[in-house]
């Protein structure tokens, strides 16, 4: 194959079987505060006593300060958010709501770095063989581009119903895809053997629950999924690039560059969207959400009165 040496029908089907274990588990955290709080507080503290030094040290394919960063990272984002829908007075406060777009950039960048990082990268390193080029450097400008086309947080608004979901109107659907490509490019650059896996199936368990379950939750269905894709990844570093499941990268350049420059044209795709709105029209995206004229977003708005 092209992305990937040949699949077995084994991994075929362990792919779907992580792609359902993520949205049903996402499902779980959005049903219960409690059991959320048992997920992204109570499991990562037993993990990170108990599990991860022995499973993510040195020399595993997890031990890297990204993997450590972004576990935590993402547990901030799931605490976080959860902060914001169930802690009265927090969903109107401003500053609050300037931690949704923080978080979310900050995961981004690290990504970023690390994409710079592995640029010069040639081998085996961190436990995986990285083919550095500049691949990195064009998805390292892709992820900065979906950064700065991040808008409308202060029209984050909390879900009528029990789940009190955290809705993020202005995160509308073709952001929501150049995001992907970008992280799966730089999934498949900087970690390719487990991108199979940590790149297509983890990404697409996010999108399906924003765009089919729950329209707008986005960035917290991809930070409940992430975190517990990192929790399950580093207490099992072998699953996704070592076991009878693994599907391998098949390290083409060709690949490599092809992902790379199709997130690249997405996100300068919404990049050129989004500010050709906020010049022609005077809007402020630090202020209002800038998708707002958009039939997409209205039904958002009035799925959530």
């Not at 929790?231 to 390290?251: K, R």
Request: with cysteine.
């Amino acid at each position: 194959m092209f992305l990937f040496e040949s699949l077995t029908w084994y991994s075929g089907i362990m792919w779907f079987i992580v792609l359902g274990g993520l949205i049903f588990f996402n499902e779980l955290a959005r049903l219960s505060k409690w059991f959320s709080l048992v997920l992204f507080l109570l499991v990562p503290i037993t993990l990170t006593i108990f599990v991860w030094p022995h499973t993510a040290g040195s020399g595993s394919p997890v031990g890297t300060w990204f993997h450590w960063v972004k576990v935590y990272s993402a547990l901030a984002g799931c605490l976080g958010f959860l902060a914001i829908r169930f802690i009265p007075g927090l969903s109107s406060n401003k500053y609050a709501l300037m931690f949704p777009p923080f978080i979310l950039a900050l995961n981004i960048s690290e990504a970023v770095i690390r994409d710079f990082q592995c640029y010069s990268f040639n081998g085996f390193v961190d436990g995986m063989i990285i083919m550095g080029g500049p691949w990195n450097i064009i998805n390292g400008i892709a992820g900065i581009l979906s950064i700065i086309t991040i808008t409308g947080w202060m029209g984050i608004v909390i879900g009528k119903d029990k789940k009190k979901d955290m809705i993020w109107p202005d995160m509308l659907w073709f952001w929501v895809i150049a995001y992907d490509i970008w992280n799966f490019a730089y999934v498949y650059n900087c970690v390719p053997n487990h991108s199979y896996y940590a790149g297509a199936a983890l990404l697409i368990s996010a999108t399906i629950p924003a765009l089919f379950i729950k329209k707008g939750t986005y960035l917290q269905a991809r930070a409940q999924t992430l975190a517990i894709w990192m929790m399950f990844t580093m207490a099992f570093p072998t699953f996704a690039g070592q076991s009878i499941f693994a599907a391998h990268a098949s390290y083409n350049p060709t690949a490599f560059m092809t992902v790379s420059i199709l997130a690249l044209a997405a996100n300068i795709g919404v990049f050129v969207y989004t500010y050709y709105k906020i010049f022609k029209d005077k809007q402020n995206p630090f202020k209002q959400p800038i998708h707002s004229d958009l039939k997409a977003y209205q039904e958002i708005i009035e799925a959530n009165k």
